[in-house]
């Protein structure tokens, strides 16, 4: 049998090493594949694929092709240390739901990539980049594989605390479970809104993505609202198809305002709904609009114009719609898509956070809006924010950076960001208490609730609550932080 010549073999490692890499780019990719759709996650693969070929291409033409080629080296470098940027982040967020195996295949992927780098012979190499698309890969996975379980342990360790208790599990198998114990959950809690009085409590609810219907859960509709102090069972209404994000209260009215997203209608078309409920006891539903070509997420209300001001996940315009029917009105002249907003009707101020515009500051009468937390802030434009507060008197505004794990300090009149600290990544609700001057922010994935002294900026407390946090909220009364996770309503003592 006549042997391969050399060249030939080299060609083989080459494409061999070339599909290597382009499954390596896949895995690396996987965290926006459901964002962008399948065509075009798989065409984004084949373009780092392509980049990272002619970045290798030998060529005896280099006065001609070097640019090209030192482009092209370029752009796969931005790659590769994106790609452990990416590693980094979703290890520090879900390595708890990566099993043992996946990181030792990490490892050992790490390793064998730069083994032929130590020797001088021609030998196939593995992409680096495989190592870290195993780790996005698996978190990714992990990711939706856990958002629709309740651990025991997650519940043994939040009862631990003391000052800590769980209010209405996500699923009453977690009453004397045992060790290791793990069970389905359909719904769970996502925003809370706390009774003038502090009886009760009105949530939304949302759905793990590959939510069963054929479980048994104690929350068995979009809203829900329950006894404060734990007594008797949730009395939810609505279906149980989609996501309620927000609850908006309307008290001149004396009802509560709700988007609620991913429903389906008849014809099998996505479809959102805003829902006027009761806002005293019996939670009901009043009305409902149906919205059918925008995917309404969020809302606020303004008591003196009586407008109700809707928004999208799509970064379109912001809509607006008469408070007492629900009529159209002319649309914000802003586009936007902000993880937060907050507004104070009184005084006619607000602050959107995150989006695409990234920090805006606002006025509705009249309609006025300017960017904030730019001035001398060149990487403001890469800030990835789902999480805000504001304290109104010391003109502060405290926000969560997912991306960078970055607590940051605007000044929401000069617009200057203050102080950047680095607080972990993932954080996304924010909450601060005015009283004891803390600011609480929530690891959404990891589970832990942290406490920020606003003056130091050192962490003085930490709770687990759960993972999968929406929701932190401090009581009317102060005495107690409101949290919501995939275990149910978490209430901290902070007295």
């Not at 964002?35 to 033409?61: D, E, K, M, P, Q």
């Not at 719904?187 to 590959?210: A, C, H, M, N």
């Amino acid at each position: 049998m006549q042997a391969r010549a050399p060249t030939d073999v080299a060609r083989w490692m080459r494409f061999a090493e070339t599909g290597l890499f382009f499954l390596a780019a896949l895995m690396c990719l996987s965290f926006v594949s459901r964002t962008i759709g399948t065509l075009l996650f798989i065409a984004a693969s084949c373009i780092v694929t392509g980049i990272r070929w002619a970045s290798a291409a030998a060529s005896t033409r280099l006065d001609r092709t070097l640019p090209l080629r030192l482009t092209a080296w370029l752009a796969n470098l931005v790659f590769h240390v994106f790609a452990f940027y990416l590693a980094v982040v979703c290890a520090a967020a879900l390595a708890w739901t990566m099993p043992g195996w996946t990181k030792l295949l990490a490892g050992s992927l790490l390793v064998a990539s730069a083994a032929p780098l130590l020797s001088r012979t021609r030998r196939l190499r593995l992409p680096i980049a495989l190592a870290p698309g195993v780790v996005v890969l698996t978190c990714g996975l992990g990711w939706h594989r856990e958002e629709g379980i309740a651990r025991c342990d997650d519940r043994s360790r939040v009862l631990r605390q003391g000052a800590v208790e769980l209010l209405f599990p996500s699923t009453t198998s977690l009453d004397g479970c045992a060790a290791g114990d793990t069970f389905p959950i359909r719904r769970f809690p996502r925003k809370i809104w706390e009774s003038p009085d502090g009886s009760r409590y009105v949530l939304t609810t949302t759905q793990p993505g590959d939510a069963r219907f054929d479980l048994a859960t104690p929350y068995d509709g979009l809203f829900c609202e329950v006894s404060a102090d734990g007594s008797g069972s949730p009395h939810c209404v609505g279906g149980e198809q989609g996501k309620a994000h927000e609850i908006d209260d309307v008290a001149p009215l004396d009802q509560l305002f709700s988007c609620a997203w991913g429903m389906r209608t008849n014809e099998g078309h996505r479809r959102s709904v805003i829902y006027r409920l009761s806002r005293s006891a019996p939670l009901t539903i009043l009305s409902e609009l149906n919205v059918d070509d925008w995917f309404v997420m969020y809302g606020f209300y303004d008591p003196r114009s009586d407008e109700y001001h809707p928004f999208t996940d799509e970064c379109g315009p912001i809509r607006s719609v008469r408070g007492s029917d629900f009529s159209a009105l002319p649309d914000l002249p802003i586009s936007n898509c902000p993880g937060a907003t907050l507004y104070d009707a009184e005084a006619d101020e607000g602050i959107m956070c995150g989006g695409h515009k990234g920090f805006v500051a606002f006025r509705l009468h009249p309609w006025t809006s300017r960017p904030i937390g730019r001035i001398a802030n060149p990487t403001e434009r890469a800030w990835l924010s789902w999480g805000c507060d504001w304290d109104r008197r010391g003109r502060k505004v405290y926000a969560t950076v997912a991306n960078l794990g970055l607590l940051a300090t605007i000044d929401y009149d000069t617009g200057r960001v203050e102080r950047t600290q680095f607080v972990g990544f993932g954080l996304r609700s924010v909450a601060f208490d005015k009283l004891r001057r803390r600011i609480y922010v929530a690891d959404f994935l990891g589970g832990n609730v942290l406490s920020i002294d606003v003056d130091s900026g050192a962490e003085v407390g930490r709770w687990f609550v759960g993972h999968y946090i929406r929701e932190l909220q401090v009581s009317r009364d102060h005495s107690r932080l409101l949290t919501t996770s995939n275990l149910g309503i978490v209430r901290i003592n902070l007295d």
